[in-house]
């Protein structure tokens, strides 16, 4: 499974939460502070630390400064363990799945536990599915991708009143409800049901959102239509925030771009850009949102983001220099 697809599928199961003004934190942790203290914990193999940690992150106000979940670093720092591992190499698979075991043998109430246990079964899966079309798929490969995605839905099911506490939960069956079929899996039911519990957990909209692309068979409509679903899940004042994220993790993760399409609705997601920016003015979050209103054409407020600026700028946002340059251009004609 190559790193490009890794990195959607990881993003896509983290998530991060709406901007909500009644969680926010007067201090906050960094990336990369957070992922220095996981790191130490699982080399320490410290499972009641991180299990700590991980409760600690699920409070809806543990937000870094770019107004992402800390629970989505506590998960992704713990991903490096198994999502860069080849399909063929099964003693590094089976030592971390080993590692997940031994901590649900050691705390069988550990809603983390479970949750990272269930994620290495899934991906131990997904290492067999590959970034390739399914044609393209080994015949060999198809029976243990569905062993182990499988494996990862049947064990959250057998321990539903335990993994059910952590949102994750609800973001890793609906995975395995998309790529299984099985007729116990409902994807909408697990998406309505861990939004209504977690509304203000992201990846439980980003992955139904992802699944609705025309890529997999789904429309603009598809999307759009689940879009205006899911904002009924968060109250009024957060909705243009959810719409706007919801796009904006499409574009950024999956390459999705929705401007000139016939459904996007671009009076909302820039009514959510402004609220965002002006509770979370990181330069990640100025630069994300200052390319996505270029891509809208938006000159208004494009400009206005691009004047906050500092330093060099990250082309992993931007896509280049050229890019960079155009938007920084871009004439300031009025809002669209």
């Not at 901007?19 to 942790?29: D, G, H, I, N």
């Not at 030592?95 to 109430?109: N, S, T």
């Not at 203000?200 to 959102?209: D, E, Q």
């Not at 890019?323 to 004609?333: R, S």
Request: glycine fraction near 6%.
């Amino acid at each position: 499974m190559s790193m490009k697809c890794i990195g959607v599928v990881l993003a896509l199961m983290m998530g991060w939460p709406l901007a909500a003004e009644s969680r926010t934190l007067s201090s906050r942790e960094t990336e990369s502070s957070i992922a220095r203290k996981v790191q130490a914990l699982v080399d320490a193999d410290d499972y009641a630390a991180l299990d700590r940690l991980a409760a600690s992150y699920r409070s809806p106000g543990a937000l870094t400064d770019n107004g992402e979940s800390s629970l989505m670093y506590f998960y992704q720092t713990l991903s490096f363990r198994y999502l860069s591992i080849d399909e063929h190499d099964a003693a590094q698979w089976d030592a971390r799945i080993k590692w997940a075991q031994r901590w649900v043998d050691l705390q069988p109430k550990s809603a983390t536990a479970h949750v990272v246990l269930a994620r290495a079964w899934y991906n131990r899966g997904m290492s067999y599915r590959g970034e390739v079309s399914s044609r393209e798929v080994p015949a060999a490969n198809w029976d243990p991708y569905r062993e182990y995605v499988g494996k990862a839905a049947d064990h959250l099911l057998a321990n539903r009143p335990v993994a059910a506490r952590d949102p994750y939960y609800y973001s890793i069956m609906q995975h395995a409800a998309f790529r299984l079929k099985r007729p116990d899996l409902v994807e909408s039911r697990f998406f309505d049901e861990g939004a209504s519990r977690y509304p203000y957990f992201f990846g439980l909209f980003s992955v139904s959102a992802f699944y609705r692309m025309p890529s997999y068979g789904g429309s603009f409509q598809a999307i759009d239509s689940f879009a205006r679903h899911a904002m009924t899940h968060v109250p009024t004042k957060d909705r243009d925030v959810l719409y706007l994220r919801i796009y904006e993790d499409l574009l950024v993760n999956a390459g999705f771009h929705p401007f000139g399409t016939p459904t996007f609705d671009w009076a909302i997601a820039s009514r959510g850009i402004d609220r965002v920016v002006a509770q979370y003015p990181s330069q990640r979050n100025l630069e994300r949102f200052a390319y996505f209103t270029c891509m809208a054409n938006d000159g208004v407020r494009t400009a206005r983001l691009m004047k906050q600026l500092n330093g060099a700028p990250d082309l992993n946002i931007w896509g280049s220099e050229g890019v960079y340059e155009y938007c920084q251009q871009l004439p300031a004609g009025g809002d669209q």
